[in-house]
């Protein structure tokens, strides 16, 4: 957390009240090992795809799952606890969805 100091300047960085710049979505940590493009493809389809295809890539291996369909959102994560894999993270896309990140646990 940052805080303001009180000559108006902000603590990350010393740029002066309102010229500060959007900060950047954050990135992958982790290149995905496989990308599943489920754009424009709605729930359940987005899991399905998900389901079939995490075996190929190996344990510990990280696949994105491209999607935009609201429910994909929340559906992924959620099978992801159901299915004992790890919903590592999930990221915007530029031109709408998202990018959900899966780490295969098995």
């Not at 300047?9 to 900060?23: L, N, Q, S, Y």
């Not at 954050?26 to 599943?36: F, K, S």
């Not at 424009?40 to 995490?54: D, F």
């Amino acid at each position: 957390m940052w805080r303001r100091r009180p000559d108006g300047r902000d603590t990350r960085t010393d740029r002066h009240r309102g010229a500060e710049e959007p900060e950047a979505p954050p990135q992958p940590a982790e290149a995905p090992a496989l990308t599943i493009d489920a754009l424009g493809r709605k729930c359940p389809i987005p899991i399905i795809m998900l389901a079939e295809r995490i075996n190929q890539v190996p344990v510990r291996g990280v696949v994105a799952v491209l999607a935009d369909d609201p429910a994909a959102f929340t559906d992924v994560p959620a099978w992801c606890r159901l299915k004992s894999h790890e919903h590592v993270a999930s990221y915007e896309l530029p031109q709408g969805g998202w990018s959900i990140h899966v780490r295969r646990n098995y």
